[in-house]
C-alpha cells in the first residue's frame, strides 16, 4: 500500500500550496520537488484562496506566524475545506506562546484539517488547550517511552476522533492514526534533529502524499512519514569522515529524490499498536 | 562576446539590490556571490530607495509578494529608472492570481524594465493582460515545440518592441530577445526543474551581467542565460551515485562559481533565430 | 579558556531567540543545532516577549527589517535585559540606509546589548552615528591595514566603554573587546566572504556561545569569533576540484558541527592588542 500511495503521488505530480515559515521554506519547496511536486508558496491574503484553487492540497505550518500571515491561513483552509481539498496543519511552537497556541486553536476551530502533525509537546497543547513547550523542540519531559506510550496512542486516538483530522505524533517512534487504527513507525534517525526543518519537510511531503491519494489517506500519511524515518536513515549511512549537518540535510533530500515504491516498501517499519 | 559579458562582471563586481521572494533569496545571494557580484536585499519602503541608490542593478521578483512589498517594488524600480540603472523583472506566477497579474501589469506601467524574465505561461500573461497557470511552473499546454516557437519569437520580438525591454522566454529552449536580434539558447538540462529557484537565481544573475555591461545589454542578457544552462548541464555531469535534486543545487552554484570567460564561450549554445 | 566555552555551550545547549533576515536564516538555525543548541525564530509583536522569556539568549540582526520587526526587537531586547539574558545585535548595513542606521542607534538606545558585532564600516556609523556604507559589506576604504589598526582598537574599545558592550569588529582581522582587554582573531579565509551569512552565522553563534558562559561573556564571544574563522579554514581546507562557494556553506556549518573544544583551544590564533 505505501508502495503504491507514493507511486500514485509521482504519477500526479500533485500541485502543493504552502503557508508556511521562512526558516525553512526552501527545503521544503524542494523536498516537494523531490517528491515529484509541485510547489507553490503564498501568503498575502489577497491571493492565497486564488492559489488554494489551483492546488491540489494545502500546506499550513505557523512556524513564523504574523499578523499577515494568520488571516491567509484561515482564508486559504477555508477554501480547501470547500473545494474538498486536503489540508495539513504543522502546529509549530504550539505551547510556547499564547499567539502560537491560540492561532493553532483558532485554525482549528475554523478549518477541518485531513491531517495534523506535531511533536508530542505541540499535540497535548493542541488537546489540552494550553502548554508551555521550549521552543520549537519537545520537551524531555513530555518524550514518550514505552511506558507511557500506550497513553500516547489512546490520547492521539481520542483527538483524531474529535477533530476528524489524522494526527501525526513525531517522536523516536511516530504515531500515526485515524482514531480507530494506530500505527507506530519506527523509521528514523536522531541525526533528523540535528537540522532544522525535518518537521516542517515531513508536513509538506504529507500534504502532497494525501493530495495524491485522496481516497487513502491514512495510509498515505502513513507513507509519508515511514519515507522521512527511512531517507533520514538512508542519509545517515552516506555519512562519512567530515561530514556533519550540512551534509547530512543534503543527503536527506536526495533520498528523498531517490526514493521510489520498491524502497520505501521494503525499507518501512511499522506496526499496528 | 559573451566572454567579455562575464569578465565585465567579475572584474566590476557590481552590486544588485534585489526585492525577492524568501523562498530562494539564500540562493539568489550566493549566486550572485558566485558571480563575483555583491547582494543585497532590501524590502522596506522606507529605505529601497536609498538602498537601490547606492546599488548598480535591481532585481525584482513577486514570487511571495505582499502588500508591503509591492509598493517597496515600484518605488525601487522608479529610483532605478531615475538613475539610469538596469531593472529586471521576474513576474513569477503571473497568470496564477490576480494579484500576481495585476501586480506585475502596474510594475510594467510605473517602471521601465531594461528585461523581462519569465517562462511562456508567464510571459503569456503578461502579453495578454490576463492568463490561468499552474502556480509557478510553465503550463504544459504552452511548451515551446518546434511547431509553435517561430510563433513564440515572433510575440516576444513584438512584446520586446512594446515595452522597450530585453524580453527572456525560459523553457527547452530559451528565447532572448530585444525586439530586432533573437537568440535561441539550447543549453539547460532538465535537473534544472527539479529545484526550487533557478528561475530566481537566473533572474539575479541577469541584474548582475547587465549592470556590469549597461551598454550592451542585450548580450549581457544572452550571457546569462547561456550561463545559468551551461552550469545546469556542469552540474548534472558532476552528478553520481546516490545524488539528487539537493546535490544539484549546489553543484549548479559551485558551476556559477567556476565559470569563466573562456569556457562560457567556448560552452554556450545559441542561435540567432 | 575557548575550550570550556564551548564545552559548555554543547553541555548545557541554550535556546537562542534569533530575529534575524529572511536571507540566510535558515544557515543561522543549523549553525545553532551544529552548535549543539536550539533555534527558535519569532518576530511577530505580540509574540516575542514570550518566546525570549523561554529562550536563554537573543540575537537581533537588521538584514531585512521592516516595519513590524522592529518593534518586535525592540521589545525583545528590553524583554532579555529584565531577564537578564544575553543579547547580540549585529547591524546588518548600518550606514546604508537611514533606516538602517537609525534603527540601529534606536535599538542601542533602548536595548543593553551584550555584544555588538559589525564589520568596520557599520561599526563606524555606529560610533559616528551616521556613514555610508556599500551595501551590507565593508567598504575598501575602511578596511583594517596594520597602519590603521591601533586606531581601530582604540576606537573599539572606547566604544566598548560607552556601550557597556562587548565589541566585535569582523574582517582580515577581527577585533574583540570590552572595553580594557582587546583581542585580534587571525583565524578566517577569504572565502567566508564569498558565501552570504558568515556574519549572521556569527552572531547567532556568539549568542549561543555567551548565552552558555554567561559569567565569562568576553571570552565566550572571542571563542565564538574563533570558532568561526576557524571552521572557514577547515571548510576551505576541504574544498577540491570542482568545489565552490555552495560546497563550501555546506563544508563550513558541517565544520561547526564537528569542532569539538580540543581542535578550538589549538587552532585558536589571537592575541591581546
Chains 1, 2, 3 share one sequence.
Not at 508556511?20 to 523531490?34: G, I
Not at 543534503?250 to 518501512?268: C, R, V, W
Amino acid at each position: 500500500m505505501l508502495k503504491e500511495c507514493l507511486e500514485n503521488m509521482r504519477a500526479r505530480t500533485p500541485l502543493i500550496h504552502s503557508i508556511t515559515n521562512y526558516v525553512t521554506v526552501n527545503d521544503c519547496a524542494n523536498v516537494l520537488l523531490a517528491c515529484g511536486c509541485s510547489p507553490v508558496m503564498a501568503d498575502d491574503i489577497r491571493e492565497v484562496e486564488e492559489i488554494t484553487a489551483i492546488s491540489n492540497g494545502l500546506n499550513i505550518n505557523i512556524g513564523t506566524l504574523n499578523h499577515s500571515t494568520i488571516s491567509s491561513m484561515s482564508a486559504a483552509g477555508k477554501k480547501a475545506n470547500v473545494l474538498g481539498l486536503p489540508v495539513v496543519l504543522d502546529p509549530v511552537g504550539a505551547g510556547a506562546s499564547t499567539l502560537r497556541t491560540e492561532t493553532a486553536l483558532m485554525l482549528m476551530n475554523e478549518v477541518h484539517f485531513t491531517v495534523i502533525k506535531g511533536n508530542i509537546s505541540e499535540m497535548k497543547t493542541l488537546v489540552s488547550g494550553s502548554g508551555a513547550t521550549k521552543g520549537v523542540d519537545a520537551d524531555l519531559a513530555d518524550l514518550i517511552t514505552d511506558a507511557t506510550r500506550a497513553a500516547a496512542v489512546n490520547s492521539a486516538k481520542a483527538f483524531a476522533r474529535k477533530t476528524g483530522a489524522i494526527i501525526v505524533i513525531t517522536g523516536t517512534v511516530d504515531i500515526v492514526t485515524d482514531g480507530t487504527t494506530a500505527y507506530a513507525v519506527h523509521n528514523g534517525h536522531p541525526m533528523l534533529s540535528k537540522i532544522t526543518g525535518t518537521g516542517c519537510m515531513l508536513s509538506a511531503m504529507t500534504a502532497a502524499y494525501v493530495a495524491a491519494n485522496p481516497d487513502n489517506a491514512l495510509e498515505a500519511t502513513l507513507a509519508a512519514v515511514c519515507a522521512m524515518g527511512l531517507c533520514g536513515e538512508k542519509a545517515h549511512a552516506r555519512m562519512s569522515g567530515t561530514d556533519g549537518n550540512a551534509t547530512f540535510k543534503i543527503y536527506l533530500i536526495d533520498a528523498i529524490y531517490n526514493l521510489y515504491g520498491k524502497t520505501l516498501k521494503s525499507g518501512a517499519q511499522y506496526e499496528i499498536c
